[in-house]
């Protein structure tokens, strides 16, 4: 069974930064593209980041360029998200998502983490 | 960036009825060079996260129940559900993952008469 995991959420102040993990199992997490969605509270779905299997490709939403960056390591199963310089519109759900056929259609994801970005 | 627009927002249908939502994206998604539609749907239900039930506009994923389908090509496109059940209350979101950013529509709220 495919599961993701994800873990690092929480509070953090205007201008903090955060790490945001993804443990992947039940799959095969290195052929895999994978990727971060974001919900904030009682809105819709938001792409935020892509990586390539092998983390050679990397794809942002404007909003967070040169703020955020996604990673992997695929000897650990794990997908990342650093997010630096965080703003109130950053606070919502982060999802993370694994791709099949096309790198972002998301056939599973995780049960998601809430970062909260507040003074 | 494509925009992906839903309609109608919160629909309310009986039990056992057709439910309909539209999307409409604001350029062709229909990469010419496979013609596949880059067109996917998602059901959320509360404190879940989304689940995919249809990709390239039409092909229903494992394990979702038949009477969703999905239609349209280009810039135009429908979900329908055949006859509605009580376990189809939820939002549902169309996507396009034709082109960077890869976004959504707003969500439909779909409700039961």
């Known amino acids: 069974e495919v599961q993701l995991v994800e873990s690092g959420g929480g509070l953090v102040q205007p201008g903090g930064s955060l790490r945001l993990s993804c443990a992947g199992s039940?799959?095969?997490?290195?052929?895999?593209?994978m990727s971060w969605v974001r919900q904030a509270p009682g809105k819709g779905l938001e792409w935020v980041a892509n990586?390539?299997?092998?983390?050679?490709?990397?794809g942002y939403v404007d909003s967070v360029k040169g703020r955020f960056t996604i990673s992997r390591d695929n000897a650990k199963n794990s997908l990342y998200l650093q997010m630096n310089s965080l703003r109130a519109e950053d606070t919502a759900v982060y999802y993370c998502?694994?791709?099949?056929?096309?790198?972002?259609?998301?056939?599973?994801w995780g049960q998601g983490t809430l970062v909260t970005v507040s003074s | 960036d494509i925009v992906v627009t839903q309609s109608p927002d919160s629909p309310a249908v009986s039990l056992g009825e057709r439910a309909t939502i539209n999307c409409k994206s604001s350029?062709?998604?229909?990469?010419?060079?496979?013609?596949?539609?880059?067109l996917a749907w998602y059901q959320q239900k509360p404190g879940q996260p989304p689940k995919l039930l249809i990709y390239?506009?039409?092909t229903r994923e494992s394990g979702v129940p038949d009477r969703f389908s999905g239609s349209g090509s280009g810039t135009d496109f429908t979900l329908t559900i055949s006859s509605l059940q009580a376990e189809d209350v939820a939002v549902y979101y169309c996507?396009?993952?034709?082109?960077?950013?890869?976004?959504f529509g707003q969500g439909t709220k779909l409700e039961i008469k």
């Open positions: 998502a694994r791709s099949y056929f096309s790198r972002a259609l998301f056939d599973s």
């Open positions: 039940g799959f095969t997490f290195s052929t895999h593209w």
């Open positions: 990586i390539k299997q092998d983390g050679g490709e990397k």
């Open positions: 350029q062709s998604v229909l990469y010419s060079s496979n013609n596949q539609d880059y």
């Open positions: 390239w506009a039409s």
């Open positions: 996507q396009q993952y034709y082109d960077t950013p890869y976004t």
